[in-house]
């Protein structure tokens, strides 16, 4: 019984960890560090594309690649002598196109985990390991049946959920921490950020005022 049960075990096991949800990995642009850098006028600005899926987090990397939308840690500093604010009269380029900064709240919702799929695993609440033997007569018979779903169902359902939202919800947390949108920059001042681009691939990115 115990080699049987081991082996259901074994066959089970690789199904529920390739499909568990996932913790998420603050990116913390602070400390990250920047190898593309450019300076426009008065400003220096830094990036950092592929933050999710170097930090661990590839369940929204993945959605990242699907939805065309990556998430790029910035550094911004202002050598300027007069204040400025971001995605206003500071403004992102792709070469001479300007680049779109998506809100928090959207990037979010097009990358966030799922969270109810993983109802789909409430019925193997139902699940019982049914153990055979034979009687006197030679006939199958059932020795005993252990239920073993009603600790599994619940347990990775709402395990999974747990997680899943928990995930979200730090995710959530840190797009709104390091959003720049509206930010003002004072001169001398270093930002950090993290901004959602609609993008396939990983374009160039620069940063120009454009008024004055």
Known sequence: MRKRLLFICLA????????????????MPQKLSYNNN?????????????????????????????????????????????????NQDLKLYN???EVVVLAPEYVHQQLKQG???YLLYAPLTFTRL????????GR?????????????GPGITIGNMAVAGTANKRFME??????LIGRQLQPGETVYGLIGVQDFTFNALSAKIVSQ
């Open 95 to 97: 070469g001479n196109n």
């Open 130 to 137: 049914v153990f055979y033997g034979t009687d006197a007569s």
């Open 140 to 152: 199958t018979t059932v020795n005993s049946r252990i239920p073993i779903g009603l600790a599994l």
């Open 12 to 27: 089970i096991a690789p199904l529920l960890f390739t499909h568990c949800a996932s913790t998420y990995k603050p990116i």
């Open 38 to 86: 450019s300076t426009e006028g008065p400003i220096a600005f830094s990036y950092q594309h592929g933050t999710l899926r170097m930090l661990g987090n590839k369940k929204y990397a993945k959605k990242e690649d699907r939805k065309g939308i990556r998430v790029v840690a910035i550094k911004i500093t202002n050598n300027w002598d007069r204040t400025v604010t971001f």
């Open 174 to 179: 840190e797009l709104r921490t390091y959003n």
């Open 115 to 117: 969270v109810a799929i």
